[in-house]
């Protein structure tokens, strides 16, 4: 085991670079952080479109989330993987191709959290607000989404270690990831898969585990800041 | 790009790869789905537990799985597992089918800690006294579990469980990696041998929504006959 990390350590961390692709760990870190950010913002988009007073606009974008949802991810990888080029002439590397595909099956997902997180807000809040004077998209952007992307913040971490692990599916087309890069010295080794793939699944391990801790911590800590405030409101 | 075709699929041999690919899915999902049950509520049992030990053996349970991606399960079963075995079982193993044993291992286990945790959360919703109660009338702790408090959770357990096995249902696509002739496999294969991404895609597509769709009727459906009942 401590002959394995001696060896292949940078090759497990960063890949063949600076000789080659980025790859490895950090790869894989970098895709779930960019899958994400960009999926945040579609997610919003599709979240407050599933609840849109307009049909011509609720159903088609219902109809696109719950396909999505209905569908592995792997589907969706295959589909950007084969499809997309032939269709729009463009031949995109392994990375875009993966980071299309987690920002399209990460934004169906999102615009479910975000839903419920704006269904989460007291129904008050908006009436209060359009009473003061705000129209229906102000009412939203300036008085219901900054509440409800609060309490959507420790969903959104683990999203983030749903992420990390959905990642790794970039080894079926490939990419040079972390599992990817196990597997590769799996075969440079032959004898040794047991330590190889433990090492690999104690990775993620650490990552996700740690991640979802922080969620729970943080999820803890806003419902803490919460209660003190509406204590504070009612003693007032 | 040439134009859509799908009859190309409803005859001779691609057709019968997907159809076998369909069908091997589908039995991954049920022989999962029927190990990783009594499996989900052993653990859940555990967790719920008033000896520390069985706690602790949980929990790691959950966590230790959970936070490893399914493809990660899969690629040790198939790739690491086996180097412990004896020979002899080893050679066993291999004449049989040996990826869809491992995939079914990775997916047994895999969603039996999702359901654990939806188990256990819904035992815990409700009122300890009810499990104090039974103690209260003589009932050892397992037999309260069994006969008292289990009975009026199920209603709660229930839903999110068969979201869990939708999520079950889409997971066996990444059996393929293993080299698993699911679904998702023959859907690649069929590709590879007719440059047909488009029509061999939609099938598989169209397959895994319409289980899925099923899947969540049958949610709507339980949902709507046994409603939650609120004290």
């Given at each position: 085991m401590k002959e394995l990390i001696e060896k292949y350590w940078l090759y497990f961390l960063v890949g063949q670079y600076p000789h080659g692709p980025l790859g490895g760990l950090t790869l894989t870190l970098l895709l779930a952080a960019a899958g994400l950010l960009l999926a945040l913002p579609l997610g919003v988009l599709l979240?407050?479109?599933?609840?849109?007073?307009?049909?011509?606009?609720?159903?088609?974008?219902?109809?696109?989330?719950?396909?999505?949802?209905?569908?592995?991810?792997?589907?969706?990888?295959?589909?950007?993987?084969f499809f997309l080029p032939s269709v729009t002439g463009v031949k995109t590397n392994q990375f875009s191709t993966m980071l299309i595909a987690l920002v399209l099956f990460d934004g169906a997902y999102l615009a479910e959290i975000v839903r419920?997180?704006?269904?989460?807000?007291?129904?008050?809040?908006?009436?209060?607000?359009?009473?003061?004077?705000?129209?229906?998209?102000?009412?939203?952007?300036?008085?219901?989404?900054?509440?409800?992307?609060?309490?959507?913040l420790p969903s959104l971490v683990n999203q983030f270690a749903s992420s990390i692990k959905e990642t790794s599916l970039g080894y079926i087309i490939g990419l040079q990831e972390v599992s990817f890069i196990a597997s590769q010295i799996n075969n440079l080794e032959l004898t040794k898969p047991m330590p190889i793939y433990l090492m690999l699944a104690g990775t993620y391990f650490l990552l996700c585990f740690g991640l979802s801790r922080l969620a729970f911590w943080l999820d803890r800590s806003l419902s803490v800041a919460r209660l003190s405030r509406a204590a504070a409101v009612r003693t007032a | 790009m040439a134009h859509f075709d799908l009859s190309l699929l409803l005859t001779g041999q691609y057709r019968e790869w997907l159809l076998a690919g369909l069908r091997l899915s589908l039995e991954l999902t049920a022989i999962a789905l029927v190990l990783a049950l009594p499996l989900a509520v052993t653990v859940a049992l555990m967790r719920l537990s008033p000896v520390r030990f069985l706690r602790a053996i949980g929990l790691s349970f959950v966590e230790g799985i959970?936070?490893?991606?399914?493809?990660?399960?899969?690629?040790?079963?198939?790739?690491?597992?086996?180097?412990?075995?004896?020979?002899s079982l080893r050679q066993r193993l291999n004449e049989g089918n040996f990826e869809a044993l491992s995939a079914i291992v990775a997916l047994t286990l895999y969603t039996a800690a999702y359901m654990s945790e939806d188990i256990r959360s819904g035992v815990r919703a409700i009122p300890t006294v009810q499990l104090e109660a039974g103690r209260a009338l003589g009932f050892g702790y397992l037999a309260s579990m069994r006969l008292i408090v289990l009975p009026q959770a199920v209603r709660i357990i229930v839903p999110p469980l068969i979201s869990q096995t939708l999520n079950l249902w889409k997971n066996t696509s990444i059996a393929t990696v293993i080299g698993v002739g699911e679904l998702m496999y023959q859907a690649a294969k069929v590709e590879a041998a007719s440059f047909r991404s488009a029509e061999a895609f939609s099938f598989a597509t169209i397959s895994y929504l319409s289980v899925s769709l099923i899947i969540t009727g049958i949610a709507a459906w339980y949902q709507h006959r046994h409603p939650l009942r609120t004290a």
């Open positions: 979240g407050i479109a599933r609840l849109s007073a307009y049909r011509w606009l609720r159903w088609p974008v219902t109809a696109l989330v719950m396909t999505v949802r209905g569908t592995p991810l792997l589907m969706v990888v295959f589909w950007a993987y419920a997180g704006i269904l989460g807000v007291p129904r008050g809040q908006a009436e209060a607000a359009r009473s003061l004077g705000l129209g229906a998209s102000g009412a939203l952007r300036f008085v219901v989404l900054p509440q409800a992307l609060r309490s959507m | 959970r936070n490893v991606p399914l493809l990660v399960h899969m690629l040790f079963w198939y790739f690491g597992a086996p180097e412990l075995l004896p020979e």
